[in-house]
């Protein structure tokens, strides 16, 4: 992953980045005065874009940091700059678009003790990091894509993009096309547009409105890299790394396969969707295949289909069958809208082994969830309703605040106990048959939308734990945007202090003690 | 004692009589020596309104053509008024013709407020509305579904100015939008498109600034007289790259973080039968913008300068919303119609003054819960040919002032009706991502 094929790729992002900032203070000036864009009758091109910056802070200490005498309460957990540029273009019928974004972090004295962390822990050589600021320093081009129409009906989509199918807020159930990057994000950083991980696809939209309808489909051809394919956690012993595990570079025993027999990237995947209206509703019916979002760990102990090359395991992300189905529609009786989101998911791999790894719960298997690979199928199913509360009366609001509640369920169909699975590798926590989490939020709009306070919260009602997420978003100007808030995390008692240990982490345990303020500043172009 | 007492009984008499004499030339030598003709090109303002409101231009007198909420603007929003000649707006002849011919099959239903039988044109002419009609009121907002704009609406690049009375402005959202009617079009082609359920489409594509660059809504709405079944609204949220259905009952709602409800749109844009009540107050003569200069957006200007760029905002001086100085206002014949919204509706009254003779609002003003005046309306307008030769009426700035925040959201549009190659799928939920991703341009 630190090949000369890296090396080139960063080489070739930064030349983009490069030629997007050219073209933003180059001739696009001139045309029309528009400041960075052209028109004409059959040529037209923009570019917008962003520098923002986070600060965020520490609400708590971290047990991690005990073994230094260290700790982290009050110390800044991330100083963050970023750089997108967003250009498009019309030749003709064809439109193009380009994104690119660089990242940088200073690392902190709370970021530099958790570096420091990996020499008490024998992570500190062998690594995929030397510097824990290279989890998140990044240059990517994130989207680059061309479309154009066939006809009336037709228009197909050829490049690096992103492609979302589902309903959900917050979690996923349809919205398997791409993984995210969950490596250096806030817990709820809005648009997951800039997380979601872009992948090479060809799609196409096909309109066919006798039916009042459209179909989708796309093909993933299978170029894209090994760090595009399923989620990305902060596995590299970052300040996102799950409780009790920051600081501890996994990455030094393990190695992410993506060659791997159940999940090669150079394997083709690919969906159709059917989307439409009827009687009143909003509906959708779609088929995937894709790669599981979550890796699993191809053990050493239990290799599955393949040894893995990590001293201890393999990330691997098999693939998965995914159909789903959803539904929308407005009541005028609730004044509401209500949604629901159903996904079938074949071959959902899991780990096995409960307990803790030196003393697994069931004798002859290998703990923490290296005692292979086991899949099942899932039912993930998402209820909702939005409402526009009017909180005018109440909080002088100049406006009604849109409000969402969602509940959101992952069931193990053919749950069995004796399967002996892990929530998460890593882990000693045996799954649950089911696992449902409710969600609400609202926003507050005073000033003409300038003044936005937020309040979101999330209760794991299966396991408990949850978070709290109260904002503020401010519009400044034209320009200058400004976001702060708290992320508020409680495990419910159910989190983990002892590395490889069989203590009850959930969900919200993997997030304990890590609460943060965070500060956001926006310039805009 | 007899001439005593006849003195005695005329003397009020005299008094009155010569009271009334002495009156009289007063206020004709006041005439006399202050009530003139104006000129074209007479500036209106707080400081000389007084003085010539009984002055008169095109043979009527200014008070008689300022009603008392632009009266108010003009002594207490600094808003002037440059007086113009009015000139004959000829609507297209296919809109002529459909009235004609159309008229006669409308049928009004006293019982419900709801009308059949309409294809296209005005659904009640101004020769059929009679003041004396409890149900004018209704008639005449049931013109505004026969709407001037054209078959297609091109509401090219549409800008909401948010201006603060005392700072000035302060930021503005840009969009590219488009509207068409499924019903009554007039384009050459078919009068009605569809099966009838559905009356017209409309999508906004914001394209700046980038926070909202690629966000998108697709609205519907129904083809039902009695507002029974709401629209239906999506928005295409760009920052999760997803379509969302929206409340379909946010038709009293602002718009975003406007200071315009959806109902405002074109000073009035819900279906009489939303309302609980609407009566015609009278028909009277205002001075309105119904020339506004060609360019109302000039996209040649840069978004750092906001005045350049929405040049028919006087964003210049004090409170930095009304209409640029140099806007031509005329005299126009309106009718004025009182509204009563349900009791939901943020407004306990919206009153309207609409073109007699085509269905085109001017001005209008609305009244909080408390009955207090809290919104006024100044919408400029302008003829307009479409791209297919079809001769429009169109509004391309609203100034909608939130009188009693100090605060007013403006919106300019180089308005176009019926833009050439427009087809009904082009404005459809299964495009709105494909156009918000192209950011409308």
């Known amino acids: 992953m630190t090949s000369k094929g890296a090396t080139k790729r960063k080489a070739a992002s930064i030349a983009v980045l490069a030629a997007l900032a050219g073209a933003a203070g180059g001739p696009a000036q001139g045309a029309n005065g528009e400041g960075s864009s052209w028109a004409a009758d059959d040529f037209s091109f923009n570019l917008s874009g962003y520098a923002r910056g986070w600060v965020s802070v520490n609400l ?11 700790d982290s309460k009050g110390k800044l957990s991330m100083v963050r700059g970023s750089l997108l540029l967003d250009a498009d273009a019309k030749t003709g019928p064809v439109k193009w678009k380009a994104i690119g974004r660089a990242d940088r972090e200073h690392k902190t004295s709370y970021l530099n003790d958790l570096e420091r962390l990996r020499e008490t822990n024998g992570t500190a050589v062998g690594g995929h990091s030397s510097s824990i600021t290279d989890n998140y320093n990044n240059n990517e081009l994130r989207e680059f894509w061309a479309e154009m129409p066939f006809g009336d009906r037709v228009t197909v989509k050829v490049g690096k993009q992103q492609l979302v199918w589902g309903e959900s807020d917050f979690f996923h159930a349809m919205d398997l096309v791409h993984g995210y990057d969950l490596s250096w994000r806030l817990f709820f950083e809005g648009e997951n547009e800039e997380w979601r991980k872009p992948l090479t696809l060809i799609s196409t939209k096909i309109r066919v409105p006798e039916a009042n309808g459209m179909l989708a489909a796309y093909v993933r051809p299978g170029v ?46 690919g969906g159709v969707r059917w989307s439409g209206e009827a009687f009143g509703l909003s509906y959708s019916l779609a088929y995937l295949t894709s790669f599981s979002a979550d890796p699993v760990a191809n053990s050493a102990f239990k290799p599955y289909k393949k040894a893995p090359s990590g001293a201890v395991f393999d990330l691997i992300h098999p693939k998965i069958d995914v159909l789903g189905a959803t539904v929308s529609g407005y009541s005028a009786a609730l004044d509401a809208v209500l949604s629901a989101e159903m996904a079938y998911t074949k071959d959902q791999p899991f780990n096995v082994g409960t307990g803790a790894f030196l003393a697994p719960n069931v004798p002859g298997h290998v703990g923490i969830g290296l005692g292979g690979v086991k899949k099942k199928n899932t039912l993930t199913t998402m209820l909702r309703i939005d409402k526009d509360l009017d909180l005018q009366g109440l909080f002088g609001t100049s406006r009604p605040s849109f409000s969402s509640i969602q509940l959101f369920n992952t069931q193990v169909l053919g749950f069995d106990r004796d399967d002996d699975l892990v ?8 799954l649950t048959e089911h696992n449902t989490i409710l969600t609400a939020f609202t926003t507050l709009n005073y000033a003409n939308d300038t003044i936005n306070p937020g309040f979101a919260i999330g209760v ?24 702060i808030e708290a992320d508020i995390f409680w495990s419910g008692g159910k989190s983990n202090k002892t590395q490889f240990s069989n203590e009850p982490s959930q969900l919200f345990g993997y997030f304990d003690k890590a609460s943060q303020l965070v500060f956001r500043l926006t310039r805009q172009f | 004692m007899h001439n005593d007492l006849k003195f005695t009984a005329h003397a009020p008499v005299r008094r009155t009589a010569l009271a009334s004499a002495v009156g009289l030339l007063l206020v004709l030598s006041a005439q006399g020596a202050q009530a003139k003709a104006l000129d074209a090109g007479f500036v209106i303002d707080k400081d000389n309104y007084e003085s010539i409101k009984n002055d008169t231009f095109e043979d009527k007198t200014i008070a008689s ?27 297209d002849p296919k809109y002529v013709e459909a009235t004609k011919s159309g008229a006669k099959d409308v049928k009004f239903n006293p019982a419900d407020r709801t009308i059949s039988g309409w294809k296209a044109g005005m659904p009640f002419p101004p020769e059929t509305i009679k003041l004396d009609d409890p149900h004018a009121g209704d008639k005449v907002i049931w013109n505004l579904r026969a709407a001037t704009y054209g078959a297609t609406m091109d509401l090219r690049d549409i800008a909401w100015v948010f201006l603060d009375a005392k700072k000035g402005y302060e930021r503005v959202q840009a969009f590219q939008s488009r509207r068409y009617y499924m019903e009554g079009r007039l384009d050459g082609g078919p009068v009605s498109v569809g099966d009838g359920d559905v009356s017209q489409k409309t999508y906004f594509v914001a394209h700046y600034p980038q926070d909202i660059r690629g966000l998108g809504t697709f609205s519907q709405r129904y083809n039902q007289a009695d507002s029974k079944k709401p629209d239906d609204s999506y928005a295409y949220l760009k920052s999760v790259r997803r379509t969302r259905r929206l409340s379909g009952g946010a038709w009293m709602d602002p718009i975003g973080g406007t200071d315009q409800l959806y109902d405002d749109w074109d000073i009035w844009d819900a279906w009489p039968t939303k309302y609980v009540e609407n009566k015609l107050i009278e028909k009277r003569w205002v001075l309105a913008i119904a020339h506004s200069p060609d360019m109302s957006v000039d996209t040649a200007q840069p978004w750092t300068d906001p005045q350049k760029r929405f040049p028919r905002i006087n964003m210049a001086e004090p409170p930095f919303s009304n209409p640029a100085k140099d806007i031509g206002w005329e005299p126009r014949e309106v009718y004025v119609v009182e509204g009563t919204p349900p009791p939901e509706h943020p407004y306990s009254k919206k009153v309207a003054y609409i073109e007699v003779d085509f269905p085109r609002p001017y001005l209008g003003y609305a009244l909080d819960r408390k009955g207090e005046f809290w919104k006024m309306f100044i919408f400029q307008n302008r003829p307009d040919v479409g791209d297919d030769g079809y001769k429009a009426v169109m509004p391309v700035i609203g100034h909608i002032i939130d009188v009693k925040r100090g605060h007013a959201t403006n919106w300019s549009s180089n308005m176009k009706s019926n833009p050439k190659g427009v087809k009904e799928t082009d404005v459809s939920l299964n495009i709105l991502e494909e156009v918000a991703t192209g950011a409308g341009r």
């Open chain 1, 460 to 483: 794991d009602l299966s396991h408990g734990g949850g978070f709290a997420i109260p904002s503020l978003s401010l519009t400044l100007s034209d320009e200058w945007l400004a976001r």
């Open chain 2, 65 to 91: 053509m300022v009603p008392e909420k632009l009266e108010w603007m003009i002594k207490n929003h600094n808003l002037t008024i440059k007086l113009a000649h009015s000139k004959k707006i000829e609507m």
């Open chain 1, 60 to 70: 708590q200490n971290q047990p991690e940091l005990d073994v230094i005498d260290k």
């Open chain 1, 423 to 430: 929530r998460l590798f890593a882990y000693g926590t045996a």
């Open chain 1, 224 to 269: 894209d890299r090994c760090e595009d394919i399923g989620n990305t956690y902060d596995i590299r012993g970052g300040r996102w790394f799950f409780q009790p595990y920051r600081g501890f570079d996994l990455s030094a025993v393990t190695d992410k396969d993506c060659d791997h027999p159940d999940g090669d990237r150079d394997d083709v995947t």
